[in-house]
């Protein structure tokens, strides 16, 4: 646990200030790639590959049961930087991105659906005949949505906010992923989160990115003609 701990240290600070040198605004391809595979992923499994090994070698737990340990401590690991990690870097830096919050009115009506989405999928609100299964995953193509629309910061409050609610529903026993017989509702609603924060971070940053580019170019042309 003490190795995972410390690459996890050292990647960040090979990110945030060594060669590697992520921009904290996360408007990049390069630097949102950088942060969730070295960043998160990286240290994730080598911290789940260590730690359930000590546990298992310590006898607090039989050999059999490694495989979904490591799992769970991997997924674990790796949620918490991929979902806090971006909310709280770009929102340190959003007043470089705020200018790229394009359609207010837009973001105020995926913002309200989004939620709306939450509460069917998350909530004992649901229609009986309403399978919770269904509007958990409209919330992708709502996040899908956000990020072509909005900016990187907005995007990771919003995959933060269905995070926390899919969380809370899911212990509440709400939802598609809550307790049922037979089923690792722990492990599907970590692969529903970090697919949503994947698409959504990744989506963000390569519209960011293109929106600077058509920018640069529009003001590039603009140069030209005068």
């Not at 310590?58 to 690991?77: E, F, Q, V």
Request: proline fraction near 7%.
């Amino acid at each position: 646990t003490g190795l995972g701990a410390m690459l996890g240290a050292a990647s960040a600070r090979l990110l945030l200030r060594g060669k590697l040198a992520v921009d904290p605004a996360l408007e990049r391809l390069r630097d949102i790639t950088l942060l969730i595979g070295p960043g998160a992923l990286l240290p994730a499994a080598v911290s789940g590959i260590i730690g359930p090994a000590a546990i298992c070698l310590a006898g607090h737990a039989p050999w059999s049961s490694y495989g979904s340990l490591a799992l769970n401590w991997t997924m674990g690991d790796a949620m918490g930087v991929v979902l806090l990690s971006p909310f709280v870097l770009t929102w340190l830096h959003a007043s470089r991105t705020r200018q790229a919050l394009r359609g207010a009115v837009d973001l105020g009506v995926i913002t309200i659906a989004l939620a709306l989405v939450c509460l069917l999928a998350f909530s004992d609100i649901r229609p009986s005949e309403l399978p919770p299964e269904a509007p958990a995953f409209l919330a992708f193509p709502l996040i899908v949505w956000m990020a072509l629309r909005s900016a990187p910061h907005a995007v990771a409050s919003a995959v933060l906010a269905v995070a926390a609610m899919a969380a809370w529903g899911t212990a509440a026993g709400h939802g598609p992923f809550a307790p049922q017989s037979g089923t690792p509702a722990p492990l599907l609603l970590d692969g529903f989160v970090l697919s949503i924060a994947l698409c959504g971070h990744t989506l963000a940053a390569v519209s960011a990115e293109l929106r600077r580019s058509l920018g640069a170019l529009g003001a590039s042309d603009q140069r030209f003609r005068s």
